[in-house]
């Protein structure tokens, strides 16, 4: 059964970053296609979605596996069927009722995106785009119950396939749909960001398609289960709901974490901008370069950190419900340490390497440079908001996730205007980390004083990560400007050139003092002992 679950969780992992993977990659293409007026449309349609489809499903695949593997592992097959049977009517009607409210009330999401007199793009065009996104709301919630069941079985490959085929289909129909539209059908900038919006539903359809595939194959087995049926609990459709609401909640906060912040620039930006004098097509341009393109290569080694964190929810919930504080201090250590030991090189590359980076996504401005060179840090603040939710989850106090958001999205409201005034587009990334810093700040107090954990230890193992990224820093910076004599970043290809070395530079003298100092052994454990046998160091 634990190889199963093993198994299992290595499929969905795989399926969950391949999916991420190829929802970053495609912006490369996305961007030559639209430019940044199409990514700003794109962004003000996908922003309202995200809250919307988060609230609408964040947390129910979780919320709903959970529940059905505790009543299969009690032999009480019925009740996990009763749930599926009509949760795939209540999540079918909560789609459609979403779908609704966010087709009518787009004129009102886009009036208030569009706050300034002389933007470059109007509230109508904001009003189709996000009218065309929202019909992915219909069927989303339907087929995240669909995995959530699947995955009660232990049955991840439905999922993993689903997600990847999803992604598949969204991209192509993305990149085709702009594509063919702008060149040969000599439609509008609109029409294009219309079609590529309304892939996610596309991607929605084929998902499911996938999934009803999986049913069909699985129901002789599902139906056999049912057969063996214990029958001796009569729950009630109510309490049935209820537990998944409570479980599910916290999730839903903590996805829509990031797209709320997100939505704060989209409703103020604009605002802040025409107040010094700047909207127009700058306005445009500033705000499709801090929530879309910056957001989406700073939002890569955050992506990493969340998969590996929700993956250590289960160990410190049985630790903290074991009472084993031993173990428990153990986990949350590891967990700290690896995210900080992952992330922190890679914002700080990030920030150092924003211009070639940049020149390789998009293309070489300096607009583009400044805002990712100031975003890339926060990366280090969305891992860690992501990891201290998800350790609260394990000690059982995820309402607080609620409080710490709320205060973190307050201090961003108060601060963004007046800081985008006084630093014009960076003043919204300094807005963001200063809101995130204090839902981080409660998270860690909340965390100290319910699992009794001491952070002594994660302290000083913190501060020789940061030595150890100080000394890359130091050898990177030194390749890059060295380079930088002979290769340009304004060109793409020797901008590739420039990171593929100094990043290369850098990561090895990371890696190298992980390795030669023995941390690297205590954070990975046994498969750090190939790695130095091969580079001959001793274990």
Do not use: C
């Not at 069909?216 to 214990?230: F, G, S, T, V």
């Not at 903290?320 to 995210?339: A, E």
């Not at 400007?481 to 290369?504: C, D, E, H, T, W």
């Amino acid at each position: 059964m634990g190889s199963k679950l093993l198994r299992g969780t290595f499929i969905l992992t795989v399926g969950t970053i391949l999916s991420k993977v190829l929802g970053l990659i495609y912006v490369i293409p996305f961007y030559q296609i639209v430019g940044k007026q199409g990514t700003a449309l794109y962004n003000f349609g996908y922003v309202p979605y995200t809250i919307f489809i988060s609230i609408a499903t964040a947390g129910v695949p979780l919320a709903v596996s959970k529940f059905i593997s505790k009543y299969n592992a009690l032999e009480e097959y019925a009740v996990g069927r009763k749930l599926f049977k009509s949760g795939l009517v209540i999540m079918l009607t909560t789609g459609v009722a979403a779908f609704l409210i966010m087709y009518f009330i787009a004129p009102v999401l886009a009036e208030m995106s569009i706050s300034g007199k002389k933007q470059s793009i109007s509230v109508d065009d904001v009003t189709t785009v996000i009218r065309a996104v929202s019909w992915a709301l219909i069927v989303v919630p339907f087929m995240s119950l669909i995995r959530g069941y699947f995955q009660g079985h232990q049955s991840m490959g439905p999922s993993a396939v689903s997600q990847v085929v999803e992604q598949i289909v969204r991209v192509a129909f993305t990149l085709i749909g702009a594509y063919v539209v702008l060149k040969y059908m000599s439609g509008s900038m609109v029409s294009a960001v219309s079609v590529a919006t309304f892939a996610a539903f596309i991607g929605a359809i084929g998902s499911l398609f996938i999934l009803f595939w999986y049913w069909y194959k699985r129901k002789p087995y599902l139906n056999e289960l049912l057969e063996q049926d214990k029958g001796t609990l009569n729950i009630s459709l109510m309490e049935i709901y209820k537990e998944i609401f409570i479980y599910a909640a916290p999730f839903v906060f903590v996805g829509i974490a990031n797209p709320l912040f997100q939505s704060i620039d989209q409703f103020t930006f604009s605002k802040a901008m025409a107040e010094i004098g700047k909207s127009g097509p700058y306005a445009t341009a500033a705000f499709s370069t801090l929530n879309f393109e910056s957001h989406k290569i700073v939002i890569i080694p955050v992506s990493l950190a969340t998969a590996f964190s929700l993956t250590l929810v289960p160990s410190i919930t049985q630790a903290f419900v074991n009472k084993d504080q031993k173990s428990m201090n153990h986990q949350i250590n590891q967990t700290f340490q690896v995210m900080l030991f992952l992330t922190l090189p890679a914002a700080i590359g990030l920030s150092l390497l924003a211009e070639p980076v940049y020149t390789v996504f998009y293309e070489h401005e300096a607009l583009g440079t400044q805002v990712l060179a100031a975003y890339a840090p926060v990366a280090i603040l969305f891992s860690l908001y992501s990891v201290t939710a998800a350790i609260l989850q394990g000690i059982n106090e995820q309402r607080y996730t609620i409080l710490s958001l709320l205060v973190g999205l307050l201090i961003k409201l108060a601060l963004n205007i007046p800081l985008i005034k006084m630093m014009d587009t960076r003043g919204a990334v300094l807005a963001t980390a200063l809101g995130y810093t204090s839902s981080i700040v409660i998270n860690l107090i909340v965390i100290k004083i319910y699992s009794r954990y001491q952070f002594r230890f994660v302290w000083r193992r913190s501060l020789l990560i940061v030595i150890f990224a100080g000394v890359m820093w130091l050898g990177t910076e030194f390749v890059y400007k060295s380079l930088s004599l002979f290769l340009s970043p304004a060109s793409r290809v020797q901008s590739l050139i420039l990171i593929l070395i100094s990043a290369g530079v850098g990561a090895g003298i990371y890696f190298y003092l992980g390795l030669k100092s023995g941390l690297a052994d205590k954070l990975f454990g046994h498969r750090i002992v190939r790695i130095k046998q091969k580079l001959k160091l001793p274990v």
